[in-house]
Structure formats: structure tokens, C-alpha cells
């Protein structure tokens, strides 16, 4: 039987344009009162499978192995899980007890990202740069689909009431999100994408005609006020600024479009400020009382029993982290230590470090913070020095998003980034041809 190649059919591109599609649906398990979840992907599922059938391919020697453009890539991701390992055990030691949120969440998660780097590295390595290119278009399209369906919905609340919407029982509205089963990792993945379309368009190889680049930059501004990431505009803001910077005139024709749909969303929330709701948390408890909503009175009197209290939150986990940190400051407190007090404290779960250098520092100290920091970058340095690849430019600029957004959320367990990093670390060395 002859070996498979990816030359054969159309085999392989149908196989990318499903991961592509995966990759971007994710939901929670286990969640209840006292736990957020764990969260999968669907590409989880196929992720073991995928790795027997590349791991087969390598040994007969169909395939190569990634080519790593930072050096040394396999020890730094081995030391950073032992970091890990090492804050677990921590953990133990301080406390007596084992972290179940470390043990389900975070040393399986960090195992997960590094196959997803893994599989982008292999895929970068032995696709020609065309389907590469194919693949990262196919990701792009699927996005901006599913975002712009989510700005319809949205639109819709402006002549309909969310009471009469068919799907408002099945919780289909929030979130819909991307299928993201959260609003900043959906922000995120906005960001991943806006930064792979003007990568690629400043680099001379468009992924859609201009017509439609400009349609869709019109109508990011939509999508991200109603995905209501504060963390998600700062970002945006850096971006554009350094792009401004950097290309100055190239940058002012994707400005433009996203200026005008910034316009025209103020008119059209000038024109119906009440019924357009842009707090997604508010929006949720809203709809959770749909059937209560009848006229524009009742929204507005339904909404005043609700109050955001996600930066209470914040502020008070961050109270209680300074305080474990005071203590263990060098090598932390250990892994899930910040759960483990706030039950301990306050006799319930109150909210995860929504920060990732947080996290880190409280839990895996300075000297886990500083090892976790130097592998971001120098990440960032290698994606600078091939920034003239097309893909590597844009994950250079999406790596910038990633970094302002890891400040104000927990961001580091982001299938997404790990998976185009492992492809844009080993593009400089794709080949002109697949390989055998």
C-alpha cells in the first residue's frame, strides 16, 4: 500500500478545514457552584488520535519532525512543566492536601497546550506553505461567520424583544460567543484574527479580496462592544498604535473601515440605547428572565436588579493573593493555593486569579513567574526576527494582543496561541514541496 502523502486528493485540506472548524468550539465540563469547569475543545477529542497517527508517521519515517526556530524549544517546554509539577507538590507540602484544580486543570491543560504547539510545529513543517495558507484562511472565514451571525442576533434585539426569540431556552444567545464558552477567550480570538488578516494583508498576500476585508473590519467594532472585553479594547488600541508606528500609511486603509463602523455603531446605539444591551453579563440574567420581558419598560426594569460584580471579585481575590504572596514570595504558595485559601478564608469559591502573571507569581513565585516570562520572550523575539513571513508576522502581532490580555485575564491555557505559535516558530522552514 503506498504511503499517504499530502499530495493525495484533497484528503488533508478536508482534515484542516474540520480542525480549523474544532479548534474554535469549546464548553465547559463539571461546572457547579464551587467549580468553573473544566474547559475542552472539541480538537481535544481528536488530539490523542491525531498524535498516535503523526507519532506513527514519524517513526516510519513519512514525516519530519517540527523544526523549532527558537532554540532549544523541547527543554524549555519540559522545564516549564516541571515548574509546574513542582508548584503542585508545593502544594502538598505546605498545606497537606492535593489541588484538584491543579491536578484536572492545570497540569493536564499545560500538557494539552504543548501538544496543540506540537501539532502546529509538525503541520507548519511538513505542509507546503500554500495549504498553510489555506488552513489559516479557512480558521479566518469560520470566525468571521460565526461573528457576524452573532452580530445579526444582536441587531435583532433592536425590533424584537429577547421574549419572543425562539432559541432564547436552549441558551443559545449566551454565549454564542464563537462557541468560545467564554467572552475574553472569544475576545482574544477576535484579536487572532483581526491580527492574522492584516498580517497577511501587509505582507502582500491577502486571505480575502479587499472588498470583504473592509466589510469585516467594519464590523468588528459591533462585535467586540457587544463581547464587552474591556481588556480586549486596550489591546486593540495597542495594536493599532504600533502598526501606526511601524507602517504608518498601509495602516491608515484598515483604519479607515473600522473607524466608519465605529460610527455607525454609535448612531446606532444613539437610536436605541436601552434595547441594545453591550454588558454580556447583564444580558445573560436578562434573558434568564425572558419570559418577564415583554415591552422596553420591563428590560429596563429587569436590568435594575442586576449589578456586575466581576471586578468585586477581582479585587478581592487580589487582596487575598498579596497576602499568600507575603509569605512565599521566592517559590510561591503552590499550585491551586489561591483556591485553597479563599475556601479556607471564606468557606466558598469566590473567583480564579484572572490574571495570568498573577497566577503565576502567587502560586509558582518570582522565580516561576521570571521562567514563564523569559519563554514568552523570547517566543516574541523569534516571531519578530521571521516577521517577514506572512503567518509569522501576524502571530507576532497577535502575541502582543495575547501578552496586554494575559495582564487582565488568565489567558496562558489558550489552545489557540499555542497551536499558530507551534506553526509560526517553524515556518521560516516549511518546505517548497510536502513531505514524503
Not at 308 to 330: C, M, P, V, W
Request: charged share 15%; glycine share 6%.
Amino acid at each position: 500500500m503506498r504511503g499517504f502523502s499530502f499530495d493525495s486528493f484533497s484528503l488533508p485540506l478536508i482534515l484542516l478545514t474540520a480542525f480549523a472548524v474544532l479548534l474554535q468550539v469549546q464548553f465547559n465540563l463539571f461546572q457547579d457552584e464551587y467549580y468553573t469547569g473544566l474547559r475542552i475543545a472539541l480538537s481535544d477529542i481528536v488530539i490523542p488520535f491525531t498524535g498516535l497517527a503523526i507519532l506513527y508517521s514519524l517513526l516510519r519515517k513519512k514525516s519530519h519532525w517540527p523544526d523549532w526556530q527558537l532554540p532549544y524549544t523541547y527543554a524549555w517546554l519540559a522545564g516549564l512543566f516541571s515548574l509546574l509539577v513542582l508548584a503542585a507538590l508545593n502544594t502538598y507540602y505546605l498545606y497537606d492536601v492535593w489541588s484538584n484544580w491543579a491536578l484536572m486543570n492545570k497540569l493536564p491543560g499545560f500538557a494539552v497546550m504543548v501538544a496543540y504547539m506540537a501539532l502546529g510545529g509538525w503541520i507548519a513543517t511538513n505542509l507546503c506553505s500554500e495549504k498553510v495558507f489555506q488552513f489559516t484562511q479557512t480558521l479566518c472565514t469560520f470566525f468571521f461567520v460565526i461573528l457576524i451571525l452573532q452580530i445579526y442576533c444582536m441587531t435583532l434585539m433592536i425590533a424584537y424583544p429577547p421574549s419572543t426569540w425562539f432559541f432564547i431556552d436552549l441558551d443559545l444567545w449566551f454565549p454564542l460567543e464563537g462557541f468560545m464558552a467564554n467572552r475574553n477567550a472569544y475576545a482574544l480570538f477576535t484579536l487572532i484574527s483581526l491580527c492574522l488578516l492584516i498580517g497577511f494583508d501587509l505582507s502582500g498576500k491577502p486571505l480575502f479580496p479587499q472588498r470583504m476585508t473592509n466589510i469585516i473590519l467594519f464590523l468588528l467594532p459591533f462585535g467586540l462592544v457587544d463581547i464587552g472585553s474591556r481588556a480586549s479594547f486596550l489591546a486593540l488600541l495597542i495594536l493599532f498604535v504600533y502598526l501606526l508606528f511601524a507602517y504608518r500609511k498601509r495602516t491608515v486603509r484598515f483604519l479607515l473601515p473600522f473607524l466608519l463602523g465605529i460610527i455607525a455603531l454609535t448612531a446606532l446605539y444613539a437610536h436605541a440605547p436601552q434595547k441594545l444591551g453591550f454588558v454580556r453579563e447583564q444580558n445573560h440574567e436578562i434573558f434568564q428572565k425572558a419570559s418577564e420581558i415583554k415591552t422596553l419598560k420591563d428590560t429596563k426594569e429587569v436590568r435594575q436588579d442586576f449589578t456586575y460584580q466581576g471586578d468585586e471579585n477581582r479585587l478581592s481575590t487580589l487582596e487575598e493573593a498579596l497576602i499568600i504572596f507575603k509569605d512565599h514570595e521566592l517559590f510561591g504558595a503552590g499550585l491551586g493555593a489561591a483556591l485553597y485559601h479563599q475556601k479556607l478564608e471564606d468557606g466558598k469559591y469566590i473567583a480564579l486569579l484572572d490574571s495570568t502573571p498573577l497566577w503565576l507569581l502567587i502560586e509558582t513565585g518570582i522565580a516561576g513567574l521570571l521562567i514563564f516570562s523569559l519563554f514568552f520572550l523570547f517566543c516574541l523575539h523569534r516571531l519578530w526576527l521571521g516577521r517577514k513571513d506572512p503567518l509569522t508576522f501576524s502571530i507576532f502581532l497577535a502575541f502582543l494582543c495575547y501578552g496586554v490580555m494575559c495582564v487582565f485575564h488568565e489567558m496562558a491555557y489558550t489552545r489557540q496561541i499555542w497551536f499558530l505559535l507551534g506553526m509560526a516558530l517553524c515556518v521560516p522552514f516549511i518546505r517548497k514541496s510536502p513531505a514524503r
